[in-house]
């Protein structure tokens, strides 16, 4: 079982950036496959960016060169770093864990991120 906790959404200006931040406890987290999921209204969950156990990422086309995932294993944590927003950005951010052998998904309470001016 993994417990996870998002912060750091907000209402941010076109160009602006953002870091949202994903705490996790009661497992080892070092394990765990790391990413970052968005839904927007009206539309499907979507991964934003994941990050291995090695540190290996990926990126949705949309946020290549703008948004960086990271992990600190010995703080328990993934961070979004999310630079250039654009409105079309907006959307609840959830942070979720994936077990690599059980491949079982655990999801955080989601953040919203709205980027208007």
């Known amino acids: 079982q993994v417990q996870l906790v998002e912060s750091g959404g907000g209402l941010v200006q076109p160009g602006g950036s953002l870091r949202l931040s994903c705490a996790a406890s009661?497992?080892?987290?070092?394990?765990?496959?790391m990413g970052w999921y968005r839904q927007a209204p009206g539309k499907q969950r979507e991964l934003v960016a994941g990050?291995?156990?090695?540190?290996?990422?990926n990126y949705a086309d949309s946020v290549k060169g703008r948004f960086t995932i990271s992990r600190d294993n010995a703080k328990s944590t993934v961070e979004l770093q999310m630079n250039s927003l654009k409105p079309e950005d907006t959307a609840v951010y959830y942070c979720?864990?994936?077990?690599?052998?059980?491949?079982?998904?655990?999801w955080g309470q989601g953040t919203q991120v709205t980027v208007s001016s």
């Open positions: 979720n864990a994936k077990h690599p052998l059980t491949r079982t998904d655990y």
């Open positions: 990050i291995t156990r090695g540190g290996n990422t």
């Open positions: 009661g497992s080892i987290f070092r394990l765990y496959i």
